[in-house]
Each structure stands twice: as C-alpha cells, then as structure tokens.
C-alpha cells in the first residue's frame, strides 16, 4: 500500500504541474482558461502517468493511485472553498490575478491592465497589473483553472493542501526506507508542517510552495547523490523545479544555487569513479532542456517577456525602474547594517509584524513576551518570523550538528546543503524575513534527522521534536482558529447580501474581494459613504437603498 500512496502524491505532483504546462501552451494558440482544463488535463495526466508507472503498478493498484488522488483533490477543495483567505497580499494581487486569468486572460499576448478596465469600465479598482504581468505565474494559473470549475475564487488554495499531502507523503516513504517510521513521520511532518506553510496554508501567498517544492528538490538531490541513475528521483526533481522557477523569482534563484552545487558534486564522484564524461553528458542532457523548457517555454508569459520588454528576465524586482518591496517594510535601523546583522537581529529579537512598531528587541531564547502571540499568528511575520522558539531551537540544531560532524562520518549531502544554506544566509539580504528564507529551516530539518538516526536518549529526542512542534503550533492553530472563525461570519455576511447592490467606500485597493462578491451573485457600486465593515473588516460598505 505505501506504493499506491507514494504513486499517488507523484501523480498529483504530475497533474499541477501539467495544469500549468498546458494551460501556458494553450495561452500560445490564443486559448484561455476555462472549466474544461481540470477535468480534460486530468485525462491527459491518468493516461499519461499509467504508461510512465505501469512497470511498478498493477492496473487495480493504478485504479486506487487515482482514487486517492481524487479524495485528496476533493478534500482539499471543499477545506479551501470553505475558507476564506484572509491575508492582505492574498486580497488585493494574488486573488486579482487568479480571477483575471479565470475571466479570459492571456499573459503571453495581453496586459492585464487593458482586461481589468475592459471587465470593469471603472477606474476604482487598484491597478496591480505591475504584479499580475511580470510576477511568475505557475500558482496563479493552478488556482485560476481550480477557480474556473468551482465558481468560487476560495477554492485555488487547494493548491496549497494538495502539495502538502504531495511533499508529507513522498518524503515519508522515503525516509521510511532508512528509519522506522514513527521518526519518518516526525521528520516528514515538521518538514511540510512549518512555521511559514502553517501561517499561509489558507492563504494564496505563494512563499509556502516554495518552500514545500524546494525541500521537496533538496531531498531528490540527496537521493541522487547516492544513485544518480535513479529515475524517480529525476522526475519527481524535473516536476519540482518546473514548479518552483514559475511560482516565484526567488524559487528559481534557490533551486539553480542547490542544484549547481550538488551538481559540481555529483561531477566530483564520477571523476573520481573514472566515469565522468558519461555523468557529464547525462547532466548536460537533463539540465539543459529542463532550464530552456522552465524558463523560456512554461516561464515565457514572465521571464521572456519581462526580457524582451524591459530587458530584464526578473522586473519589476532588480531594476531602477522597478519596484523596491523589501526596504519600506524592513525596520529603519536594518537599512545601515550588513546581511549577518539583519539575520541576526531578525531571528533572536521579539517576534514583531512591524506593523505596530518598528523594534527589534533581542532576547533570551525560549523566553515568551505576551506582545508575541498575536504577531505569531499572523499571515506574514517580520521579525522572528520562523516562530518565538527559533532562537532557542537554532542554538541546539547547532549544537546537535557539531557533535555530529565532530564524532560521526558526515554524510556529504547533509555537509553539501548546510554548506549552500550558509551560503545562502550571508549573500541573501533578505534572510531576516522568514517567509524569503526557507532554506534556513534545513538546519532544523537535518538536525533532527542526525538527532533521530544517532541519538540513543529516547527523552532527548521527544523534548528536541516536543519543542519544534511547540513552536509551529502556535501560529497553525492561531492561524486556524482566526480562519475558521472569521470564515463562518465572512460567509454569513456574503449570503445576507446576496442578490442584493452594495456602495463600496472609493478607492478600495482589495481587487481580490469583488471576486468573492461576483461568486455570491452581490453587485457594487463605488460611492463616498461610511456605512458598516464586510469582510475582515477590509471593505467599507452600504446597501443600496
């Protein structure tokens, strides 16, 4: 049975990102979103993944593969229809792409601008188009095609549960080959469940993709460093990066540093084994094609465009004429220091959104200020944003990786990955900010990976493994209950207006909130009023009388 379920988070994993190949092919021939893809894409990718699984499955194991996939996909639709994404980010650009790419459209022939006035007649709205035509758009299109066969733009977070189940039940099975499987379990679940997927998971911020698939990729790369002819690995790895390089620009940026450095490992080994112009031959033949079909092919809506427009691959970020979005929301005392210090400061001060204050308070590790909780369970935390224990927790995944390269034969890989995780923290300005650095958890994940594999004290290890989960708990079931609890009454004030005309206070930036209107059948109007609060409290509004 672990195969059909390990077959079946690798056909999920097929499906999104055949979602996204073929929904930007068919963008090519000028074919827009519609309610047709999921169910037709869903065909494409059975019959195709029978073909490249059938030498390890039976056909009635293959049947259950697709079942699960199925209760799976379901699940995780009815979960994010269910819920209400409460995030600013997720509320104005990110659910205003998703609907304008449901509506009709097409990145690689027109600007959303041009379709967003085309679909309103009203400058009220805010023009995110800065962000809709350029940002990489993979996220965006999985949630728009969900989008598109639901009604309901709630029901694209799916994306986020699925790929959760994808990432948990790979990793498990993995793991359970070399450990038992209660500390596979352990592993696999800190590993998905984290402080960033569990402040996000209902949201559509895009950060916990990436960090999902880049810990995905990283533990393909260990595979590979042991059998670099196992083709699993390759594919699941291949579906991975096409995944990151078009969900976010820094998902392509981390996946291409990792992968070059175990690259050049990969190199080494065969020089050494005498073998290495065929491993060579065999890289050039995989990385080659792999990077001019991510980038140029299912990137083109982005990279090439952002190319041949603005003559670079990653605008509007990196560019004079851009957009700076990191240093207005740093604290003012980060601007003057070096990358080492905002790490610093950012990881062992009081947890802090900046949106209250702009202090950075260092303190002890394992300590709790009653100013943290309610940041912690926020969307986005600045300050300490990997959780209140992060301090504490870091100093002993330190403690317990020096001990381990000090008394036991390293392995390479876990040598390799800390290595270009160091590299990472001192070149990467943005470390400080959790949500930008997902790499940094890699010294939680590996430690307790030594932990579990070498240590005999039973006590030990619960406290190590009690003390992660501690941490992740606070912003997952803060974050759950303020969910739950704001989605019921969302829902309650939607219905009470459905079929009904609202005026919308003007100059409301939330784009992604008509959408949710539009799925409750409630028409707006703009006008200068007062009236009560809909919505978390994001938008201004009266009936129309």
Excluded at 39 to 54: M, T
Excluded at 216 to 231: G, V
Excluded at 417 to 442: N, Q
């Amino acid at each position: 049975m672990k195969n059909v379920f390990k077959h079946s988070a690798i056909f999920l994993l097929f499906y999104l990102c055949m979602i996204v190949v073929v929904t930007t092919l068919l963008y090519f021939v000028h074919i827009s979103i519609s309610c047709y893809y999921l169910p037709i894409i869903g065909l494409i990718s059975g019959i195709s993944y029978y073909f490249i699984s059938k030498k390890e499955l039976l056909l009635k194991d293959y049947f259950k593969v697709l079942l699960i996939a199925l209760i799976v996909m379901i699940i995780s639709m009815v979960v994010a229809s269910f819920t209400f994404d409460r995030s600013s980010d997720g509320n104005t650009y990110h659910k205003d792409a998703v609907g304008v790419l449901k509506e009709g459209f097409n990145p690689v022939y027109s600007e959303s601008k041009n379709f967003i006035i085309k679909r309103d007649s009203d400058d009220k709205l805010t023009n995110y188009s800065i962000w809709t035509d350029h940002y990489a758009k993979a996220n965006w299109i999985m949630g728009a095609n969900f989008y598109s066969i639901t009604g309901n733009i709630e029901s694209g977070k799916a994306m986020n549960f699925i790929s959760i189940y994808i990432v948990f039940v790979i990793i498990f099975i993995g793991l359970a080959s070399l450990l038992s499987w209660q500390k596979s379990l352990a592993i696999s679940l800190i590993t998905v469940i984290n402080p960033i997927t569990a402040s996000q998971m209902f949201t559509y911020y895009n950060d916990q993709l990436v960090c999902l698939y880049l810990f995905l990729a990283i533990f393909m790369l260990f595979k590979l460093t042991k059998n670099i002819k196992d083709k699993e690995a390759w594919f699941i790895y291949i579906l991975s990066f096409v995944l990151l390089t078009n969900t976010k620009f820094n998902g392509l940026g981390y996946i291409m540093i990792f992968s070059f450095i175990f690259v050049l490992k990969y190199l080494y080994n065969s020089y050494k084994d005498k073998c290495f112009m065929p491993i060579f031959k065999q890289l050039c033949l995989i990385f080659i094609p792999l990077f001019i079909f991510s980038f140029v092919i299912v990137g083109y809506p982005t990279y090439v465009k952002n190319t041949i427009d603005h003559q670079n691959p990653f605008f509007p970020l990196y560019d004079d004429n851009g957009e700076d979005i990191i240093t207005a929301q740093e604290p003012k005392k980060f601007v003057k220091m070096n990358n080492i210090s905002k790490l610093f400061y950012g990881t062992f001060s009081r947890a802090n959104n900046l949106r209250d204050n702009d202090k950075t308070d260092i303190k002890i590790p394992f300590t709790v200020y009653k100013s943290e909780i309610k940041p912690a369970m926020s969307n986005d935390l600045r300050i300490s944003g990997w959780g209140i224990w992060f301090s504490g927790i870091l100093i002993i995944s330190l403690i317990i990786l020096i001990v381990y390269f000090k008394n036991y034969k390293t392995e390479d890989y876990i040598f390799i990955a800390l290595s270009t995780t160091l590299l990472l923290l001192v070149i990467m300005s943005e470390s400080w900010w959790a949500r930008y650095s997902p790499y940094f958890y890699l010294f939680i994940i590996l430690s307790l990976y030594i932990l579990l594999n070498h240590c005999k004290s039973k006590t030990i290890k619960t406290v190590y493994v009690l003390l992660i989960c501690i941490n992740t708990l606070i912003p997952l079931l803060g974050n759950s209950y303020y969910t739950l609890t704001n989605s019921f009454k969302i829902r309650k004030d939607l219905n009470n207006l459905k079929n009904k005309t609202i005026v919308i206070k003007n100059d409301n930036p939330y784009n992604g909130i008509f959408y949710n209107l539009k799925d409750f059948d409630i028409d707006y109007t703009f006008g200068n009023i007062e009236g009560e609060k809909l919505y978390y409290n994001y938008l201004d509004y009266e009936i129309k009388k």
